[in-house]
C-alpha cells in the first residue's frame, strides 16, 4: 500500500490550488520578461549617453577645426582682394553677395532633410565647402585680370556651401545638447574656437607679411587656403564620427517662406528675425569697408590689421561669460535690445583718430558689444523654436 498512500484524494482544495500555480508560473515569467525588456532599456539609454557624450566633445575638436579655417582662411578674403588691387565696388560685392545670396540656398538645404539625414546632409556640404578653397587660391596664378570678379564668385559659391549645412547642423546640436547646458556647452565651445581663431589669424597674419616683404604676397595666401581647406576636411571627420539621434521631419509641421513672411509681424520669433535683419543691414553698410580702410588708406601692415581685428575677439572671449551671467538673470531678449544700442556705437569710435592703437581700443568696445549680442542671438532661436521646426525656422532667418 506504500504507493497508494502517495497519491493524493481529489477535492476542492488540491483542485484550486493546482489551478493557482498556472497564473504565478505566467505572472513570474512575465516579470522576468519585463526585467529584461528593462535591462535592455537601460543599456540602450546607456549606449545613447555614452555616444552622446562622446559627439559633444567631437563637436569642440571640429570646431576648433574649423576655426584654424576662419582664422587662416576667411578672415584673410577682403586681404587678399585687395592684393589682386580690388577696388570699392569688388570689395563691396565680395563681402555682400554671400551674405545676400547664400541664405536662399538653407531653404533647399531644410527641404532635403525629408529624403537625407541630417548628418550626411551636413557632411556634403562641408566636403565641398573645403575643396572650394582650390580654386580660390589658384586665381592669382591663372586669372590675375579677372581675378577679384572671380574672387567674389568663387567665395560666394563657398559661403553656400557653409551656409547649406546650417539648418541641419543646428537641428542636429539641438538633439544632442541638453536644454539646461545649452549656455554652458556653447560658451565653452565658442569659447575655445575663439581662441583657436585668434591664434591662427595672428600666426597668418606674420606669415603673409613675411611673404610680402619677398614679393611673395600670392604664395603666402595659397599655402594659408590650403591650410584653411586641410583643416576644413578635419572638421569634416570629426563631424563624421558624431551620433545623430533619429529624426523624421513632421510635414504637418511645415510652412512656407511666404506664410512666414505673412505672420512675420505676429509672432515673437517673426519679429526677432526683423530685428536682426535690420541690424545685418545696418552693419554691412559700412561693415565691408573696414578692411579698404585699414590696408590701402592707413597702409597699415598686416600684423597691424590682424591686431585691430583680435583685440575684438578677445574682448568677445573674455566678456561672452558676463553676458552669459547676466542673460540667465535678465533674458537673451533684454541683452539683445542693451548690445543692439551698444553696436550703434561701434562705427562712430572709427571717427575720432586714425592712430592704429586707438582703433585696438575702438575694436575692444564692439568685441564687447557684438559678444553679448551673438550669444543671445543663438539662445533666443533655440529657446523660441520647437524641434521639428527649427532647421526651418535657421533657414528662413
Not at 493546482?18 to 526585467?35: E, M, S, Y
Not at 555682400?96 to 533647399?108: H, R
Not at 511645415?254 to 519679429?271: A, L, M, P, T, V
Not at 542671438?377 to 532667418?397: H, K, P, Q
Request: glycine share 6%; with cysteine; aromatic share 16%.
Amino acid at each position: 500500500m506504500g504507493d497508494s498512500e502517495s497519491i493524493q484524494p481529489y477535492n476542492e482544495k488540491n483542485a484550486n490550488q493546482g489551478a493557482k500555480t498556472i497564473p504565478n508560473a505566467f505572472n513570474t515569467a512575465k516579470d522576468r520578461l519585463n526585467l529584461v525588456k528593462d535591462a535592455s532599456n537601460t543599456a540602450k539609454d546607456s549606449d545613447v549617453q555614452e555616444k552622446t557624450k562622446k559627439s559633444l566633445r567631437y563637436s569642440v575638436y571640429d570646431g576648433a577645426a574649423a576655426s584654424v579655417m576662419e582664422g587662416a582662411g576667411n578672415n584673410y578674403i577682403a586681404p587678399f582682394g585687395i592684393a589682386m588691387n580690388a577696388n570699392n565696388t569688388e570689395i563691396g560685392l565680395l563681402t555682400s553677395m554671400p551674405n545676400l545670396i547664400a541664405p536662399l540656398f538653407q531653404v533647399k538645404a531644410t527641404n532635403l532633410m525629408e529624403r537625407f539625414s541630417r548628418k550626411k546632409i551636413v557632411l556634403m556640404a562641408v566636403l565641398f565647402h573645403a575643396i572650394l578653397w582650390i580654386p580660390i587660391l589658384a586665381i592669382p596664378f591663372f586669372f590675375i585680370d579677372q581675378g577679384p570678379i572671380l574672387l567674389v564668385i568663387f567665395f560666394t559659391t563657398f559661403a553656400i556651401a557653409g551656409s547649406f549645412a546650417g539648418p541641419a547642423w543646428t537641428s542636429w546640436m539641438g538633439d544632442l545638447v541638453p536644454e539646461d547646458d545649452r549656455g554652458k556647452y556653447f560658451g565653452r565651445r565658442n569659447r575655445i574656437a575663439g581662441f583657436v581663431a585668434l591664434t591662427s589669424t595672428l600666426i597668418a597674419s606674420r606669415f603673409l607679411d613675411y611673404f610680402k616683404e619677398n614679393n611673395k604676397v600670392f604664395i603666402g595666401f595659397a599655402v594659408l587656403f590650403f591650410i584653411a581647406m586641410l583643416f576644413r576636411l578635419l572638421s569634416r571627420y570629426y563631424l563624421s564620427k558624431k551620433y545623430e539621434p533619429g529624426f523624421i521631419v513632421d510635414k504637418s509641421k511645415y510652412f512656407s517662406f511666404w506664410e512666414f513672411s505673412k505672420k512675420i509681424r505676429d509672432n515673437n520669433f517673426g519679429r526677432f528675425v526683423i530685428y536682426l535683419a535690420l541690424m545685418q543691414f545696418a552693419a554691412n553698410i559700412a561693415g565691408p569697408f573696414f578692411a579698404v580702410y585699414m590696408l590701402k588708406n592707413l597702409n597699415l601692415s598686416y600684423m597691424q590689421f590682424t591686431i585691430i581685428n583680435i583685440a575684438s575677439t578677445i574682448a568677445t572671449l573674455l566678456t561672452m561669460p558676463f553676458w552669459g551671467k547676466l542673460a540667465d538673470k535678465y533674458g537673451n531678449i533684454n541683452i539683445l535690445r542693451i548690445t543692439g544700442l551698444l553696436i550703434a556705437f561701434v562705427p562712430i569710435n572709427w571717427l575720432f583718430s586714425s592712430n592704429w592703437i586707438f582703433l585696438v581700443i575702438a575694436n575692444i568696445f564692439a568685441g564687447f558689444a557684438w559678444a553679448g549680442f551673438n550669444l543671445c542671438t543663438g539662445n533666443f532661436i533655440y529657446d523660441s523654436t520647437t524641434r521639428e521646426r527649427r532647421a526651418l525656422c535657421v533657414s528662413y532667418y
